[in-house]
């Protein structure tokens, strides 16, 4: 790094990327400071209001054929410093949202590999009940190895309470739970019409009726997460030191629909709760792993939890029951 300093950062410069040990040390202004020495502009929104950033669609695709064409030649350069520039560059700030959204396949460009030893003795996902946080740690938790917990909801009103309806109560027009949502809450419409959680969950009778419908959203809401987890505890199962995300992840729907296959781009590993339903849970290695770890298919039911890092197993669901799936999940640390 230089030693000249701009505000409480010391400035970074474009052939500091080929330094690897600076990167152990690179934070965010540094990063905006090389975009900016590049040619790759962001402008910051106002105070209190959200921006378009100005990005350069130009820049942004010259950068991405670069890395793409040296990628075989120094794989470690392209994914810590492609992933690391194109994140700054289109990630949306607190007051600023990006003009040129990153698909999520071209995230996947830039996934770094993974060493396939995580898989290679994996031929079914485990199904386990009565199992001690010190067993579930030293065997699941850490392991990137997929399991089935069946008694975690044995104790939980959500089974009962969960339902279409009592979404649609808590996540009214008038309530902190849809007015407090922003770029950084997801919401997913799969293959469905939707284009926000409002319109999904005040969907007409003969709509709910006639077609079959899925789709997921993450809660940002303190006050809604509170009223949820009045209904849900943590699960008995994982390690006592470690903790659970505030953001929990809803997804309900109808026989016939699913998430597609897809890896997700989040911290940490999750477990996911069938409060009600049925849904089959395809996994797939890594396409690096491909020819190293097998395809495997799971039923998980009403009262099952499946505890998976989606980070790194490809999944697509698909419910299979006549009733209802409804599923929250967390992650863990």
């Known amino acids: 790094m230089s030693n000249q300093q701009s505000g409480t950062d010391s400035a970074f410069f474009v052939k500091d990327l080929l330094n690897e040990d600076q990167w152990g040390n690179l934070s965010r202004r540094n990063l905006l400071d090389l975009l900016d020495g590049i040619g790759l502009k962001r402008k910051n929104g106002a105070a209190n209001q959200r921006a378009l950033s100005r990005v350069d669609c130009k820049s942004i695709l010259a950068l991405m054929a670069f890395l793409l064409v040296i990628q075989p030649h120094y794989s470690p350069f392209i994914w810590r410093s492609g992933s690391a520039l194109l994140s700054a560059l289109l990630a949306g700030c607190d007051n600023d949202q990006c003009m040129l959204a990153m698909p999520v396949d071209t995230k996947n460009v830039f996934r770094p590999p993974v060493d396939c030893d995580f ?86 009778e003969h709509r709910k009726s006639n077609q079959p419908w899925y789709f997921g959203w993450s809660n940002c809401d303190s006050q809604t997460a509170d009223v949820l987890r009045r209904h849900y505890s943590r699960p008995y199962f994982l390690p ?47 396409p690096e792993c491909h020819y190293q770890c097998q395809s495997m298919e799971v039923t998980v039911e009403a009262g099952d939890t499946i505890v998976l890092d989606t980070n790194i197993w490809y999944h697509k669901t698909n419910v299979v029951s006549e009733e209802v799936s409804i599923t929250i999940g967390s992650e863990y640390d």
């Open 240 to 286: 006592e030191r470690s903790e659970s995300s505030r953001t929990d992840w809803i997804f309900i729907g109808t026989a016939g629909l699913g998430a597609h296959m897809h890896v997700d781009h989040v911290s940490l590993p999750s477990w996911q709760a069938q409060c009600r339903g049925k849904k089959v849970w395809s996994l797939e290695p890594p």
């Open 119 to 204: 898989c290679r003795d994996v031929h079914q996902v485990d199904i386990v009940q009565h199992i001690s946080p010190e067993d579930f740690e030293s065997t699941y938790a850490y392991s990137v190895r997929p399991v089935i917990v069946k008694d975690a909801l044995a104790n939980w009103t959500a089974v009962d309470v969960f339902s279409y309806e009592f979404f649609s109560e808590l996540y009214t027009k008038e309530s902190n739970a849809l007015a407090s949502r922003s770029h950084r809450c997801q919401f997913f419409p799969y293959k469905t019409e939707f284009r926000s959680l409002e319109e999904a969950l005040t969907m007409s």
